[in-house]
């Protein structure tokens, strides 16, 4: 209605003898107070629905599926008025800390939770690494993911606004302006009248389904979490490990109330990971009569939040994908026929691969060379020069001072993957139910491979960050806190000296006996510390 753009918004704060910015203030202080006037609300919180398709789900990719052969689901997104958006996004920002910790007693941890997917990822790689490994630690045991239908849309406004009533009252007036009457839903000539759910491109439509969705949880019986060993939801997104008959009363004590809190789980979504040679056939037959898909606990692919948690294979073959990708794309900005753009967008592509999808997996190390060698080959097209690591780093040295360089993934990915699972530890340790169901994120074998192609135990590689790394994860696996600050201060004491700018980190990594030497240019402290 108001039509209103944030270009409009910048050259109105940018224009001389207006006080816009208090006017705008005033503004976004009704949103967020829910002082609207009533008539104007139902116009000022509609929205612009557009119609957006959902990505293949890994099962249907692996099933031969892609883009053109499969009848993809469609996720419908509104685009409501800029103020209202930022009014949401403020009060978002300033309630952060409050929401982490309301959503947080019931292992919400999509909100205000940082880290939280990458920790849900391991503690569930972590104890299905225990299942998968002693036989009397999976008997009778399983993981239950979880799906549900269209849920930020379906979910019941009146429970929502009672838990930010409990909860999070600080939103309440801006929810119950939003949502406490009809809006309306704008598709192409159509008009949707909309009184259930939340507006997927509202800010706060995720606290709004966690806020509902963590009301029913409380409907589950006490006794059923006495089989429970890990749960977490994160959004929509639920995973549960523990007995297989306490999932299967869990699951059936949400579907008796789904109606009331507006949810719909689709059980022929749901799947349920246990190796059937240690447990109940009565369960396992009551699960199927459930319509749940029971899958094979030692041998298929176990996809956590889009990162495979299964066997070793399943791992490289997620990313095989990924890099054969990533080879493609770096070969089409390699055809750009600007260099600095080419080369920036070549940059920022580089180090969103070595680093944040290297953060949940431990790539092998053979795809990682593979990927540190396609990317030198299209930097030298894109620079014009022959195909010679150090010319590339060089030419790139503007980009790594920039903060944005790329950095070898090779042994990169291994920092940034232990840095996740330590600064992460004290949120996947929270969301284990059963103590002694709790294991050691730095006992299993993964994350030991990992720190031994990482840090030499001698000392001489890595050096001068040896003992800062042993530190960083000694200290924060085994007492849970945090200490990634006193390493990057570290980091940025080297990087900004001058004389150490363009220094090289020797690094050591084996692989089949063999030790390849590879290096590594400091530039910006990296994310993960």
Known sequence: PLGVRL???VQLLAAPGADFATSMAKLLQRFADGSLDPAARV????????AVYKPLSPEARAEGGSELNVVRPVRPLAAGEI????AAKLLAHT???QAAAAFRRYRQIAIGVAGGAEAAIHATTALLTVYRTDVAARTNRGFLKTDKRNAFNLADRGKFMRFMAIHLPQLLPYVTAAYGQMTELWFGDRVVENTRGSQQGDPLAGHCFAGSHALLKETIPATVWDGIQLDYDFADDSGTCGLVTSLLDMLDALALRQNEFGEEFRMDKCQLFIDEAVCDPVTVARARAMGIAVRALLTDDVNVLGTSVGLPHHAEL???ARVTQSVKAFGDIAQMTHTHRAATVLAFTGRGLATYSCRTSLPPRNQLLRLDAAFAQHAASIYGVPHDSAVIEQLHARYTEGGFGYRRSEPYARLAYIASVVETSATARSLFIDPSAHTRLGEIP???QALADVVDPSGSAFSPLTDEIRLYVERGIDEGVQPGRRLQKRWSTMCDDATQASRLLTMSGAANGEVVT?????GRPPSCA
């Open 83 to 86: 103020v209202r958006r930022a």
């Open 446 to 448: 993964f994350v030991r």
């Open 95 to 97: 309630t952060k800390v």
């Open 318 to 320: 997620a990313f095989e």
């Open 518 to 522: 590879t290096s590594i240019t400091i």
């Open 7 to 9: 270009g409009h918004i």
């Open 43 to 50: 116009a000022l919180f509609s929205a612009k629905l557009f």
